[in-house]
């Protein structure tokens, strides 16, 4: 009796233990997931606690990785280049869903209404389309221009309406995936567009898309309120002009920021950022920065850019000041600055510094930095707010 | 000992219930409150499966009621009439604190590091500051012009770099307080800023404060990036006019819409919503619609402005093309429509039709109506987004 008394209570605890492994109620608005490439993991992170809660290894190449965000903000879905897709929850800090999608993969994108994960891919190129909740495989959009050739994609972002926009960078081709229906893609093709489209975004809200040129210097663009208009060139000089002046990584176009009625740009080559109107897409002014701008992120108020640089001015980052258009602010966060990323309400950013692993998180207004986060090699910062965001 | 056993067994199973009171973990990005301001109660929605989950009474007067949320999404603070503040905890679907903190309140706001939640209130006049977790007052600040009268407070928002705008109706004066240390506010004020303000807001890049007036003609403008250059009055034609229109309901200015580089401005006392350039804050166009504007919103992508109406007009909603300025689409969610609420990337708008009892769903694409969410006399909808928002 006495045995069978205290199976019972290890049943019960067991019970107990079991029952319970769901963890303690908890919102999902103020995480995030840093990349440590080197190590295949992602630190699991709480801004309003400024720490790390949890590591979740086991997802393979995460060089040049992306996430995007359900819209109820528990899942990441982490594009790795190795092809791998996984779906992370936040909640149970924990692998949900794993894939191996393709051979070589450049990032992703989320639908408007969260039920599509699409994947842009270098081998095979194209575009593959997931169901966000069991990943299974919905569509699958080769890169094939009408000439038979094959593309590496590039450049995809989300747009209103369920579409996708992305860049063909093999065949100088802009296409528009209307996902509507996800099984029957409806396919938009612009072609002639500038050659070899490296890059691409969309504007903030979601009515242009723009994609940078590895060919000749400018940038095509296309109007997604009036596709039927067609692509356009602008900004005829950007670029590696014709100098040809050793570009050290070529910047990302996601970092472009849309401030004060203006776009940031991060020069190509030279140690200046750009200051473009945006309504006739002409360039406005220059800016002197430390060194080759590589992202160049506006506060979510637009107030202020920091900007970080490429090798071998990468231990710095410095803060423009939108209405004067001056740099205002030099920081050190330490060695190789990969990425920043700024809380949904922009009292804070965090800033990754590779070789220090370290992320270290600044108030934006005094510039004092309140935390630093250990972390092995950390690359890319994401935030849940993400989920809320047009064009990403 | 067969009592004691059973008596083991029923303490582990009561072990068993309490450990696991908590409920499945979910995310909160897509969850909301919708006000049922006639029963006291909220609903709490979840705008994924597009259906009520549960509903939280006790809530007081919550005519003119407004809901501001925590950083992490899980806390939703409802602030009602009769000057009581409702904390309510969205994943436990139930009421964590509630206090009276006035006689008559008019709103409220959140401080952009989440930690302050700040009321406006009519009785006495003032704006009362608490802490975020426990609802602690740590400040009370009095509005007092300096000839020593009182005010009623209206038109409060948040700012960046913990600060809150508001207005003082019975005084013509604005105040910026700086809460950056809660119990010792830093008050910036401005007089003589035009008659009776009635209500204000901050533009969504955390920019401008607005303030509509009821005693003349204008709305009063502070540059809050330039507080030092003072306040100044724009848009001089915008009020009642000189032939005093009957105006059935003033329209509330969170309702100002901004688009495509201009502001959709709702109309007082006529039926047209007006287009205001951002850049000069001068009137551009006026667009006829069906009745007198209440609330002109922008879809998160700027696309569509849409607008509801005051009595008796006031069981339809339209569409507005911003590329166009045209009205493009009429619907009718039933009778007494209150308010509307886009989700975070604007693929639906939730609508309240109070004497219908129903919000009603539509695709912001196809204007379909995707589902029908039976409330009680639902006035304000309220998403978990509006966490990651400047100006609300």
Chains 1, 2 share one sequence.
């Not at 963890?23 to 103020?30: A, K």
């Not at 989320?110 to 194209?126: C, F, K, M, T």
Request: aromatic share 8%; proline share 5%; glycine share 10%.
């Amino acid at each position: 009796m006495m045995l069978r008394f205290r199976y019972a209570l290890a049943l019960a605890a067991l019970g107990w233990l079991a029952g319970c492994a769901s963890p303690q109620p908890r919102g999902t608005g103020d995480l995030g997931l840093v990349i440590e490439r080197a190590a295949g993991r992602v630190q699991l992170v709480n801004t309003t606690t400024r720490s790390a809660i949890a590591v979740i290894a086991g997802l393979g190449d995460l060089s040049h990785a992306s996430v995007v965000y359900s819209r109820d903000g528990r899942y990441g879905y982490v594009f790795g280049r190795d092809g791998g897709l996984t779906k992370i929850d936040l909640l149970l800090a924990r692998i949900d869903k794993r894939i191996m999608q393709s051979g070589n993969s450049i990032g992703g994108a989320i639908s408007q209404d969260g039920r599509l994960v699409v994947a842009a891919n270098y081998e095979p190129g194209g575009v593959r389309v997931f169901d966000a909740q069991t990943l299974e495989l919905l569509a699958d959009i080769p890169a094939v221009s009408a000439s038979g050739r094959m593309s590496k994609v590039v450049g995809l972002a989300d747009a209103p309406g369920q579409r996708f926009v992305y860049s063909l960078f093999d065949t100088d081709e802009i296409w528009i995936a209307d996902l509507t229906e996800p099984r029957a893609p409806k396919l938009q093709k612009f072609t002639d567009i500038g050659r070899a489209p490296y890059d691409g975004l969309v504007t903030p809200d979601g009515r242009y898309y723009l994609a940078g040129l590895f060919g000749e210097d400018g940038v095509a663009l296309i109007d997604l309120w009036q596709p039927e208009k067609g692509a356009r060139k602008v900004l005829r000089d950007y670029g590696r002009g014709s100098e040809k002046l050793p570009v050290y990584k070529m910047p990302h176009l996601r970092g472009w920021a849309v401030a004060n009625g203006h776009a940031y740009l991060p020069a190509i080559g030279r140690n200046e950022v750009l200051v473009v109107d945006l309504a006739t897409w002409t360039e406005r002014a220059r800016i002197s920065v430390h060194g080759q701008p590589v992202f160049v992120m506006a506060r979510p108020d637009g107030r202020q850019v920091w900007v970080n640089f490429a090798f071998p001015n990468n231990s710095a980052v410095q803060v423009i000041d939108t209405l004067r258009n001056q740099v205002v602010k030099a920081l050190e966060p330490g060695r190789a600055v990969l990425h920043l990323e700024f809380t949904p309400r922009g009292e804070a950013v965090w800033v990754s510094a590779r070789d220090d692993h370290r992320v270290v998180v600044y108030d934006t207004k005094t510039f004092e930095a309140l935390a630093k986060v250990e972390a092995d090699s950390p690359s890319g910062i994401f935030f849940t707010s993400r989920a809320l965001r047009i064009g990403f």
